[in-house]
């Protein structure tokens, strides 16, 4: 079954950097794009960006341009999402979940299954 | 303040009906772009609970129904059940953003 394994817990000090992977199994990882999404404590879900696992491309949201890094590596159906420049806002849970279609993404399709989350503390 | 408004809570009885609205604009719903649903029980990820905007995956009970009209959409619950009550997020396309943006979410509870 198709299985998003995400890395465990980190805490950084702000002005640091953050790198999150996620490791998917049971499809093939080159034929569907992966999505972030982040969600702070009692708060909403908000989409970082996207990446195709096949070329690397990569399209993200426009709060996070500049900060924000996607990249894979093929070899291990890893991909992985580093923040940068981490504030105390970005205290959240960071999950990255497949795109529901097969192959091309313009962003806006449906995302499941998803990963089970990574908690990023940022706290001086 | 999130692209997409849902309002924060609704609440129904056992057994009643319920809809959660999802706002949007010309940049996004308005422009035809697909909404889709999510349902996030405490502690846990979001699954997706209807797609293409009236798509129930596989799993999913036709209790769950959706809609989309101009620049809003609406998920509707009938014959509500206790594992229902969970959080409610509805997501689309904005082409002004060029990305998926997400509504605010919408606590469901029993009265």
């Known amino acids: 079954q198709v299985q998003l394994v995400q890395s465990g817990a980190e805490v950084r000090k702000p002005g640091a950097s953050v790198k999150v992977s996620c490791k998917a199994s049971?499809?093939?990882?080159?034929?569907?794009?992966m999505h972030w999404v982040r969600q702070a404590p009692g708060q909403g879900l908000e989409w970082m960006g996207i990446?195709?696992?096949?070329?690397?491309?990569?399209s993200y949201a426009q709060k996070f341009q500049g900060r924000v890094t996607m990249t894979r590596d093929r070899s291990t159906s890893t991909v992985y999402m580093e923040l940068s420049s981490l504030k105390s806002e970005d205290t959240a849970v960071y999950y990255c979940?497949?795109?529901?279609?097969?192959?091309?993404?313009?962003?806006?399709?449906?995302?499941?299954?998803w990963g089970r989350g990574t908690l990023v503390t940022v706290s001086s | 303040q999130s692209v997409l408004t849902q309002p924060p809570s609704v609440s129904g009885a056992p057994g009643q009906r319920v809809t959660i609205s999802c706002t949007g604009s010309?940049?996004?719903?308005?422009?035809?772009?697909?909404v889709h649903w999510y349902q996030q029980l405490p502690g846990t990820a979001p699954k997706v609970l209807m797609y293409?905007?009236?798509n129930r995956p596989s799993g999913v009970p036709d209790r769950f129904s959706g809609s989309r009209s101009g620049t809003s959409a609406s998920l509707a619950i009938s014959g509500l059940r206790a594992e229902d009550e969970a959080e409610y997020y509805c997501?689309?396309?904005?082409?002004?953003?060029?990305?998926?943006?997400f509504g605010g979410g919408t606590k469901l509870t029993f009265l």
């Open positions: 979940a497949t795109d529901g279609a097969l192959g091309y993404s313009y962003g806006g399709n449906w995302v499941d299954p």
């Open positions: 049971g499809y093939s990882f080159t034929s569907y794009y």
């Open positions: 990446i195709n696992p096949s070329g690397g491309s990569t």
């Open positions: 010309s940049s996004n719903i308005g422009a035809g772009y697909d």
């Open positions: 293409g905007n009236s």
């Open positions: 997501q689309s396309y904005d082409s002004s953003l060029s990305g998926s943006v």
